[in-house]
T-cell receptor, first 115, second 117 residues
Framework: GAGVSQTPSNKVTEKGKYVELRCDPISGHTALYWYRQSLGQGPEFLIY????????DSGLPNDRFFAVRPEGSVSTLKIQRTERGDSAVYLC?????????????FGPGTRLLVL | AQKVTQAQTEISVVEKEDVTLDCVYE???????LFWYKQPPSGELVFLIR??????QNEISGRYSWNFQKSTSSFNFTITASQVVDSAVYFCALSGASSGGSYIPTFGRGTSLIVHP
């Protein structure tokens, strides 16, 4: 498809487990963003990639969260030792170059539930 | 630090009514961008509009209009003759420099709009 895709759509895991969430941005977009959205809240920034490198990871809450984008396209958000408080919708967005004026295009999100 | 406040948590209207969603922002940046996104029940955020801090002209797009008032730090969104399909959560966002130096949007908490037939 032409839009941002995310897999899986839903993920249920147990506390303490490791999870990986995948994002496939719009083809040709060099900038990729991860956000977390809790119920009743707006998206909260986690990390921003420019190409293969993490240009800004100031939003990652702690060292259990890590993300990679090895070939500058698909990105994986990795959460170690999951906690119940990690339950949220994880959104991915991409934009053409990452310039401040650009619009970000969002995927449908992955709903993570940690039991 | 930047902040976006959407004071209206939920608004309920009857179809064909006009409705205004409020957005107030705070930033120390002189150059910034304001956005509105729509999030229908499917969950995907849909871009509606972008405004830069130097352009205070109001904009109209069909039934949608936006009122940017720099003097009051507000960027309000009006839907004229609302329709059931307008039911969604609407987010206002401000793009300014993050603590890491990049331009990352800060989102408000959203306003849930319910349009009854």
């Amino acid at each position: 498809g032409a839009g941002v895709s995310q897999t899986p759509s839903n993920k249920v895991t147990e506390k303490g487990k490791y999870v990986e969430l995948r994002c496939d941005p719009i083809s040709g977009h060099t900038a990729l963003y991860w956000y977390r959205q809790s119920l009743g809240q707006g998206p909260e920034f986690l990390i921003y990639f420019q190409g293969t490198g993490a240009a800004d990871d100031s939003g990652l809450p702690n060292d259990r969260f890590f993300a990679v984008r090895p070939e500058g396209s698909v990105s994986t958000l990795k959460i170690q030792r999951t906690e119940r408080g990690d339950s949220a919708v994880y959104l991915c967005a991409s934009s053409l170059t990452g310039a401040s004026r650009e619009t970000q295009y969002f995927g449908p999100g992955t709903r993570l539930l940690v039991l | 630090a930047q902040k976006v406040t959407q004071a209206q948590t939920e608004i309920s209207v009857v179809e064909k009514e006009d409705v205004t969603l409020d957005c107030v922002y705070e930033t120390r940046d002189t150059t910034y961008y304001l956005f509105w996104y729509k999030q229908p029940p499917s969950g995907e955020l849909v871009f509606l509009i972008r405004r830069n801090s130097f352009d205070e002209q109001n904009e109209i797009s069909g039934r949608y209009s936006w009122n940017f008032q720099k003097s009051t730090s507000s960027f309000n969104f009006t839907i004229t003759a609302s329709q059931v399909v307008d039911s969604a959560v609407y987010f206002c966002a401000l793009s300014g420099a993050s603590s890491g130096g990049s331009y990352i949007p800060t989102f408000g908490r959203g306003t849930s709009l319910i349009v009854h037939p």
